[in-house]
């Protein structure tokens, strides 16, 4: 299959989302200093808020370049195998260096294989690497995803059923929202089945399922990319409006359910209704500032691409990176307190986690580190198929 020409804005999107993944994860750790005030607390819960996008942008571009390249039945084991040496092999690795480096107790005998195994089944060899277990579903269940939208693309015959389409599946998703966030704390919902209730509600954070809206926008996108670009030109400034009016939703929640005194970020997940919608908002607004730097050539631009193709690889390394860089910052006794001293980690962070990632990515079988971010590109042909009723 011939590969399509890369879609400039995505790397430009990757950027973002991994700078405010990194950013996140810098307030984690800042807004648990000793003496923090609520002010400063304030300001933390505030921009982790507004970084909030960065997950979901992912699992949306996910969506979009497998249903990009791949919108025709695949060779399910040529699929997979490729995904395996690209994602799994890197994330193996960087499981067994955080595994060794943190040294979390594992045991001995059959309960090291077990806890080992379950540390990479989990993702949690350390806090950032749920991630990597979640998104793999999309691709390991690829072929089910696209029975799932085929439906929704033989329903989709006029714009009017594409509104339809959208509404519902957006309503039932936010049912989902509400159920994860609401129902299971409020009513301690449990399945009967181990297996069920593991999957489905002890590591429902790390369940594809419960993002499975995004992954298919993702898919939408790809088959109507001209009218969608044309929507995002048209209507920005009615996005920015809808991102304005969702942000200060979302704060409220998040004063109201952090209870009195310091700001509780724990308020702030991805799987409840107010911030599927903000996420969306956010989404649209990050994808036409993207498509809009894209037309632009600068140095800017130049770097946040490089930046987005090596994401991953970058991901991987920046919890460590951010462990040892905050050691560092305490024993010097600088910018390991403060808004600013996290604004100062995050930019350390982000270049040392870039440029390792981007050394590893150069030498030999450094993909098998960081993941394959370089790629050969070829112009898309002018025959291309375009799903017009989309538009």
Known sequence: ???????????????????????????????????????????????????????????????????????????????????????????????????????????????????????????????????????????????????????????????????????????????????????????????????????????????????????????????????FRAILKKYWQWIIASVAVLYAVIGYELFRDSGQGQININVATSLKPSMFLYTMACLLAVYALCLWMSKKQSKWTHWLGLLGKYSYGAYLIHALILTYLMKLLRELQLFHTGVWGSMVAFVLCSILSFAISYGLGKVPFGSLLVGAAEKKTKKIPSSQKEWQNAG
């Not at 999107?13 to 648990?32: D, E, K, M, S």
């Not at 970084?51 to 390249?69: D, E, M, Q, S």
């Not at 991630?131 to 006029?158: C, D, G, H, N």
């Open 1 to 227: 299959m011939a590969r399509k020409e890369r879609i400039g804005e995505l790397d430009l999107i990757r950027a973002f989302a991994f700078l405010a993944v990194v950013y996140q994860h810098v307030i984690g750790v800042y807004i648990r200093e000793p003496g923090l005030t609520e002010q400063v607390s304030i300001i933390y819960g505030m921009l982790f808020h507004l970084l909030k996008f960065a997950v979901p942008a992912f699992i949306f571009i996910t969506g979009l370049v497998l249903f990009y390249n791949y919108s025709e039945k695949v060779n399910y084991i040529s699929f997979t195998r490729k995904r395996i040496t690209e994602i799994l092999v890197p994330y193996g690795i960087w499981s067994v260096v955080y595994l060794y480096l943190m040294e979390k107790p594992l045991g001995e005998g059959a309960a090291f294989v077990w806890n080992v195994s379950k540390n990479f089944l989990t993702g949690t060899s350390s806090y950032h690497l749920w991630f990597v277990v979640m998104i793999f579903q999309f691709y390991l269940l690829y072929p089910f995803w696209q029975k799932v939208f085929e439906l929704f693309r033989r329903f989709v015959t006029s714009r009017f059923r594409l509104i339809v389409a959208l509404g519902v599946t957006g309503l039932i998703y936010g049912g989902l929202m509400w159920f994860s966030a609401r129902y299971i704390p409020a009513h301690g919902f449990r399945f009967d089945m181990n297996w069920l209730d593991t999957y489905f509600i002890k590591y429902r954070d790390r369940n594809a399922f419960y993002y499975f809206y995004y992954f298919l926008f993702g898919g939408l996108v790809a088959f109507s990319l001209p009218a």
